[in-house]
């Protein structure tokens, strides 16, 4: 799992309607995979619905300290 979390309202205060998952995989097949092994998924506490999504921008940077282990996301 790269992210997840709900779906704020416009003024942030509250949770509004569904949430997002975003997962890592080589194929839209995989990420169903994963999607429909979630526990709360595959008990039918939820329900989901795949998108594809195409990343055309963005930037992550990952701090390594390979004497602690520890790494930072920036």
């Given amino acids: 799992m790269f992210a997840a979390g709900p779906h ?5 205060q509250r949770r ?5 998952v975003v997962v890592r995989a080589g194929s839209f097949a995989e990420a169903e995979a994963i999607a429909q092994e979630d526990p ?5 506490a939820r329900r989901y619905r795949m998108r ?3 990343v055309n921008e963005g930037t992550l940077s990952v701090k390594l300290n390979f004497a602690s282990g520890r790494f930072e996301l920036a």
Avoid: R
């Avoid at 704020?8 to 942030?12: Q, T």
């Avoid at 509004?16 to 997002?20: I, N, R, T, V």
């Fill in 40 to 44: 709360m998924h595959a008990s039918g």
């Fill in 8 to 12: 704020w309202s416009d003024d942030e």
């Fill in 52 to 54: 594809p999504w195409l």
């Fill in 16 to 20: 509004e309607g569904e949430g997002m």
